[in-house]
């Protein structure tokens, strides 16, 4: 396994997440010392950028609330003005396991974005009803866009190479559900290699779910439209730079 430079960084997007996001970031640092370490602080009212700079992370302070895909679109910008060439998308609740970090950034030696999958085989994370019934939808639908096969296409733990950088800085959807089904439309319909990687998630550390069995239904149908929608806006041009 080849090291890791200074061209990673690692993005956190953290909504009131004082609770858990310091251990997040002391994960994260261990795991990958060499790597830059920003969370975005997506308009929180409790002390997740305090929490976060103080275990030792950039604090990228958002004025109001933009949602995960406003987060990492800042994200990818602040990469791109910094000469970052790979980031990586690690949730602030603890769930993503930052030892696979390291797996994540080897399989961009063949594609240009991977996804940590949570279902592929390992762990014995689970969801049921119409939302597990929705994800594995999406799933067929999105590895015929892709044109691989991919098991869970709504993950948030996911390593973006260069090309996907210099995409995503520009073209990375704010919307619901942007940063994961919209995200790897524009990715595939791109032109961009998009591989998986099979991953254990923990439990979360703090907080509560952001889709609980509740909302399962209202899940099923945004998503769907989510995809519908990214399907038929225009295609995304992947601009090389000189």
Avoid at 61 to 81: D, E
Avoid at 95 to 124: K, N, T
Avoid at 172 to 195: K, M, N, S
Wanted: glycine residues 8%; charged residues 20%; proline residues 5%.
């Amino acid at each position: 396994m080849r090291p890791v430079d200074h061209s990673v960084l690692v993005v956190i997007p953290a909504l009131n997440e004082e609770e858990s996001v310091a251990d997040v970031v002391r994960d994260v640092r261990l795991g990958i010392p060499s790597a830059r370490c920003l969370v975005v602080d997506d308009g929180s009212s409790d002390r997740t950028g305090e929490r976060a700079r103080a275990a030792g992370a950039s604090v990228l302070t958002l004025p109001y609330n933009l949602g995960v895909g406003g987060a990492m679109r800042a994200g990818f910008r602040f990469a791109r003005s910094n000469g970052f060439s790979i980031v990586v998308q690690v949730d602030a609740d603890g769930q993503h396991d930052p030892a696979a970090i390291l797996q994540l950034i080897e399989g961009l030696s063949s594609a240009d974005l991977m996804i940590g999958a949570r279902f592929a085989g390992v762990g014995d994370y689970g969801v049921r009803g119409p939302r597990r019934w929705a994800m594995r939808a999406l799933a067929a639908l999105m590895s015929n866009v892709a044109r691989t096969r991919l098991t869970d296409v709504t993950s948030g733990f996911k390593a973006a190479g260069p090309r996907a950088v210099t995409l995503f800085a520009d073209n990375f959807p704010a919307e619901y559900l942007g940063d994961t089904i919209e995200a790897l439309v524009i990715a595939a319909r791109a032109g961009l290699t998009i591989r998986q990687l099979p991953v254990v998630m923990r439990k979360r550390q703090a907080g509560t779910p952001s889709h609980p069995p509740i909302k399962a239904a209202a899940y099923l149908t945004r998503a769907c439209a989510a995809f519908a929608l990214a399907m038929i806006r225009p295609r995304a041009r992947l601009e090389t730079r000189s």
